[in-house]
RNA sequence: GGCCCGUUGGUCAAGCGGUCAAGACGGCGGCCUCUCACGCCGCAAACAGGAGUUCGAUUCUCCUACGGGUCACCA
C-alpha cells in the first residue's frame, strides 16, 4: 500500500539527505550587527540590461555599506535562454562598473564561498531534498496534467470569471492518492511536481518591503510548480532553497517580483523555514508619447549596459548617476566629499524610492561632466586612450604618438578648484582636441567676421611682439599692447562705453589670433594651448593664416 | 478583469499634521571675464482630482483618474 514515504521515495530514489541536514551544513553566517547578505541573480543571458545593472549595484552597496556579504548566483534553470559564455560576460560586465562578488562564479571559471554551488543547476540535488520532504508531508504532489490539459481549464477558468490556474476543481492532480500518483509514475508519465497549497481565496498575507514599507494582498491558493518536468526548479522554488540556504538576509530584487512574494512567504512556511525579507527595487523608466515604461532592451539602445561604454561614460559616472537615482541625499554628499569614491558613501536601502525613476541622459551627462573634472590630466588620457583604442583607432593614433603631450592638452584649464566641465564622455575627446593635430583650419568665418585686411594687420603685428617665453600675464600685456597702434581699445569696458572710438577691443585682437591659431573662436586658455604646441607650430600657423588671407 | 504598487516643478527628488513646500539637473537672466567653459547670484516652474478626519492637511482615511507591475513547467 503506498503512501507519502513511499511515493517520495519513488520521486527522489537517490535523495537519501534532509532539509534540516541542509541547514547544518550551511550554518548561519558570523555576522557583525546589521550586516547584509545580498545577491544578484541573473539569468545568464548574455544581455546585461542597465535595470540590472541598477539592482546589481544596490544590492552590492547595501552589502558594502553594512559590512557584510554579496554574492552572485546564477539562475540557469531555463535552458532555452541560456547564452554560451554568459556568465563570463556578465561577471566582467559589472566589474568594468565596479561591482564585484564575495561570493560566487568567479572570472575565468571556478568559484569561491562556502555556500555554493553558486550555479543552479548545480543544486539539484538541494532543491530535490526539499521537494522530497514536501512530498513525505504530503505538502507537494506530481502533476500529470499535460500543458493542453492545462490550457483548457485555464480558458474554461477564464470564462467563468474565475481566477485562472491550478485549484479547486481543476487541480486534479491534487486529489491522486500516493497508489495513483506511483501509478502513473510507473507507467512513465511525465510530471511535473506541485505544492500542495494551503491558501484560501480571500486570504490575506502581510508582510514588510524594506523600501515600501507595509504590504498586504491576496494569499496564495495556486499549487505552483515546485519542480518542472525536467527536475530543475522553478524560479519561486529556487529561490525559497537557495536564498535560506545561501543565508542571505535581504532579498533584493526587481518590483516585478512583489506579486509572488506571497507565493515565496507561503513556500517558506510549507518548507519550515523563516520568512525571507524583501527589499523590490523599482524599474528604470523611460518616457515615450507621454507615457512611461521600463526601458526596453528591443527599442532603447541606452538600455543596454554596454551603451554607455560605448559611448565613452566612465563606468564611475554611470555608477554615480545610478546612485543619486537610488539615494538621492548622494548628491549633497559627493557636494561635501569631492574626492572620496562613491565606495565609501553611506548607502541606505531605506531611502529608495518606491516609484520608478525616468532615465535622464542629460543628467547623466552633469555627472560624468563633474567625474572627469575631477580626473588629473593623467587620468584622463589613461580613459581617454583606452576609450580611443577600441571604438576610435584614428583618434587613438593621434593620442598616443605623444602621450606627454596628449597629457599637456588635458591638463589645460584642469586642476584647481574650477575645472572644465566641457569633455562629459570620451567620445568628445575627438573634437575637443582636434585642432592640436591638425592646422588645416578654413579661414573664412574670420575673415567675414573681421575683413582680410585687419586680420593680416592683427597677426603681422602680433608675430612681431611675439614672445613665447612669456607667462600668462605678459602675453596677454603683450596683446594689450598692439591694440593701441591697430586702433582697438586694451580694456573691454572702456570700449563698451565708448564703442565708436576704436575698431574693436582686445577680445577681438585675440580671437583672430586664437583663430589663428586653433581655427575656433572659442577655446580654453589659449596661452595654454600656444605654450603647449610651441613656437614654431604657433608661427607656422599664422603665418599660413596670413598667407591665406592674401 | 482580479490582486498589488505608484502619483510633489520638464527630470531626479526632500518632506514624514503647522514650512514663504528644500536641493540637484535642465531652462532663462545676470555677474565674473580676452573667447568658451568653470564659478557665483538670481528667475520661472510642483503637492493628479474629490470627499472626509483634524483647530490645521503635501503628510492620515476613503473614492476617482492616470501610470506601472503581475496573474507560465520564463526569470
Known sequence: M????????????????????????????????????????????????????????????????????????????????????????????????????????????????????????????????????????GLAYPCFCTEEALAGSRAAQEEQGMTPGYWGEHAVCRRFSPDEAERHIKSGMPYVVRMRSPGKPGGRVKFRDVIRGDIEMEENFLDVVLLKKDGLPTYHFAHVVDDTLMRVNQVIRGDEWIASAPIHLQMLWMCGLKPLKYAHVSPIMKEEDGSRRKLSKRKDPEAAATYFEQQGYPSDAVIEYLLSIANSNYEDWRKQNREASWASFPFSLGKMSASGALFDIVKLQSVSGDVIARMTARQVTEHACRWAQTYDASLYGRLSADLAFTQGIFAIDRGGSKPRKDITRWGDVGDYCDYFFSSAFDTSGLTAQYGADVCRDVLSAYLDIYNPADGKDEWFAAIKNICGPLGFCPDVKQYKAEPDKHKGHVGDISAIIRFAVTGRKNTPDLHAIMALLGENECRGRMERCIASLR
Not at 44 to 72: C, D, K, Q, W
Not at 100 to 124: H, I
Open 2 to 137: 503506498a503512501d507519502n514515504f513511499s511515493l517520495a521515495a519513488l520521486m527522489f530514489p537517490d535523495i537519501s539527505s534532509t532539509p534540516d541536514k541542509l541547514l547544518e551544513a550551511y550554518p548561519p553566517r558570523a555576522l557583525k550587527e546589521g550586516a547584509l547578505v545580498t545577491r544578484f541573480a541573473p539569468s545568464p543571458t548574455g544581455f546585461l540590461h542597465i535595470g540590472n545593472v541598477f539592482t546589481a549595484m544596490v544590492a552590492e552597496r547595501a552589502a558594502r555599506a553594512s559590512g557584510g556579504t554579496y554574492i552572485l548566483r546564477i539562475e540557469d534553470t531555463d535552458k532555452k535562454r541560456e547564452v554560451e559564455g554568459g556568465v563570463q560576460l556578465l561577471i566582467q560586465s559589472l566589474a568594468g562598473f565596479g561591482i564585484v562578488f564575495d561570493e560566487g562564479p568567479m572570472d575565468g571559471g571556478g568559484e569561491r564561498g562556502d555556500y555554493g554551488p553558486y550555479t543552479q543547476s548545480g543544486r539539484r540535488a538541494l532543491y530535490h531534498t526539499f521537494c522530497r520532504a514536501l512530498v513525505e508531508k
